[in-house]
């Protein structure tokens, strides 16, 4: 899973990276490394996401969706749940964590 | 609040300085960005990791820039005192004054003392951290790449373990104070882009004694107990032992119940009232771990819900007949905060979140039955688990 989840994200920047001139060889360099013809995350790695994220502490899982799926800055998000900026950051690294720990027994999804 | 909230997400640059020596947790991120719904319109699909890529250069350039021109003396000797072999062996330990152990009949309270044991090795890239608390080991991990903090050993003593030598090496550390009178000689050291440690270092030895990183709350310290580089030995990377899977759990559903019942149950609790809080609402909640030796496993528990004239917030507690991660028992087996469980009569407390907002997690087993108390106040949570324990 994470395995697959990593070569998507290695291609999504590839693509970004064949935007910006400046970063062409970088560009040339990676993409002789890549395999991956995929552009975009399958619907297995976001239905493991999504049981993934739901299984997180209340706590952790809030601080995730409000930072990657509303956007708000981590003071934001801080004042929303009562905190600390530097707890929510803290809480928001230990759920990507657990994240990975999580999708890495799930296996790839078919 | 934050109105430009349909800026291109991964210009923001909070995501990228905090996981910036992370490609795995970028990737997740991006994933997640790109694949759960957004609760507001939905930003540009641009990459993290093409922001985190630029912002390694960003940071590559200013590091040559402020490129330290003090690089002799006193970080030559400590250099040398650590440079005799490959491998960089330490201890490191700091207690923590608002994560305790309390006992119920005299008060008297032990902080938590953390111990980090840590071998890096700087040509293999290869770190190995066993961690204790309370002198009981409940982590030993064997990173390949030590690019980051695993999940059980502080990231702090990691980028030490792995920082240090590196940083005296490369000119990545200045002398703040050479020492004078009962004060030791400091330094700074670049342990990662997004960190600097402030190095106490041994008149005598020249080795670290401390080190320390600023948090939120205030400053972090931790005490080099040994530090040592050798040659590589054949124990110091064994692949870890077999760790048990992570566990976790849930509530998968709840009823409302009345005080009879929870009488009833057999299970600890501190009766209808005590210390001015009122039982006011119980709840039966079937519970379920996953993960571990033991596989899916269903379980109950009682959640209560107390309050006080004296307090507006309220006082829960959760009890079960066995640790149930759903309930706050990490790993079932472990307090909230990994600490192993307290010995009967005593109470695990943990402070979550800083004053004014504070929280305090107290558990305790008692009588066969495993109790989490959630209150706002440490006073209460003691209270509680006194009266459950009949120490009131």
């Known amino acids: 899973m994470l395995a697959w989840l990593y070569t998507v994200a290695e291609r999504r920047l590839i693509d970004e990276l064949r935007r910006r001139s400046r970063a062409a060889e970088t560009v040339r360099e990676l993409a002789r490394t890549s395999t991956d013809r995929h552009s975009h995350y399958t619907v297995g790695i976001a239905e493991a996401l999504r049981v993934s994220i739901a299984g997180l502490p209340d706590e952790q899982r809030t601080v995730v969706v409000m930072k990657l799926l ?22 928001f690294s230990r759920a990507l964590r657990t994240l990975r720990t999580r999708l890495s027994e799930d296996g790839l999804p078919t | 609040m934050n109105r430009d909230r349909r800026k291109r997400f991964f210009d923001d640059p ?22 759960q719904p957004h609760r507001e319109a939905r930003r540009p699909r641009v990459s993290v990791l093409a922001a985190a890529l630029l912002g390694a250069v960003l940071v590559a350039v200013s590091a040559v820039a402020f490129w330290p021109s003090e690089h002799g003396g006193l970080i030559d000797r400590a250099l040398a005192a650590v440079s005799a072999g490959p491998v960089l062996h330490a201890r490191s330990e700091r207690t923590l004054p608002n994560d ?10 032990t902080p938590t003392r953390i111990e980090i044991e840590t071998w890096f090795d700087q040509q293999a890239r290869e770190l190995r951290s066993r961690v204790w608390r309370n002198g009981v080991r409940i982590a030993d991990a064997l990173q390949q790449e030590a690019s980051a903090a695993g999940p059980d050993a502080d990231r702090a003593v990691v980028l030490f373990a792995r920082g240090y030598r590196s940083a005296l090496e490369s000119g990545h550390a200045r002398v703040v104070s050479s020492g004078g009178g009962a004060s030791a000689p400091r330094i700074t050291v670049d342990v990662s882009p997004d960190m600097t440690e402030v190095v106490s270092i041994d008149r005598e030895t020249h ?40 566990v976790r759990g849930s509530v998968r559903s709840q009823k409302e119940i009345a005080g009879a019942q929870v009488r009833s149950s ?14 006011v609402r119980a709840f039966a909640d079937r519970l379920v771990a996953e993960g571990g030796a033991a596989g899916r496993r269903a379980g109950r528990g009682l959640r209560l819900a107390y309050r ?8 829960t507690i959760q009890v079960s007949r066995r640790a149930e991660p759903a309930y706050g028992f990490a790993e ?12 009967l009569g005593k109470i695990a407390i943990v402070r979550v979140g800083a004053p004014p907002g504070e929280r305090w997690v107290g558990q305790l087993e008692h009588a066969g039955s495993f109790v989490t108390i959630r209150s706002h106040s440490k006073a209460s949570v003691i209270g509680a688990a006194r009266a459950i324990s009949g120490n009131a």
Not at chain 1, 72 to 90: D, L, Q
Not at chain 2, 24 to 35: G, K, V, Y
Not at chain 2, 308 to 315: G, K, Y
């Open chain 2, 332 to 343: 079932g087996r472990l307090t909230v905060s990994f600490n192993p469980l307290p010995r």
């Open chain 2, 14 to 35: 909070e995501v990228l300085k905090l996981l910036r020596d992370e490609p795995e947790l970028l990737a997740i991120a991006d994933a997640i960005s790109q694949t």
């Open chain 2, 266 to 279: 057999g299970l600890a609790w501190p009766g209808p009232r005590f210390d001015g809080y009122a039982l």
């Open chain 2, 207 to 246: 080795k670290p004694r401390t080190f320390a990183v600023p948090t939120a709350a205030g400053k972090e310290t931790w005490q080099v107990l040994s530090v040592a580089s050798r040659a590589r030995q054949r124990t110091d990377f064994l692949p870890e032992a077999r760790r048990p899977a992570f």
């Open chain 2, 100 to 109: 305790v152990v309390v006992d119920l009949a005299s008060g008297q309270e």
């Open chain 1, 70 to 91: 509303e956007g708000r800055t981590f003071a934001e998000v801080a004042a929303a749940v009562n905190s600390t900026e530097g707890a929510c950051k803290m809480r």
């Open chain 2, 308 to 315: 006080s004239p004296r307090h507006s917030q309220p006082l």
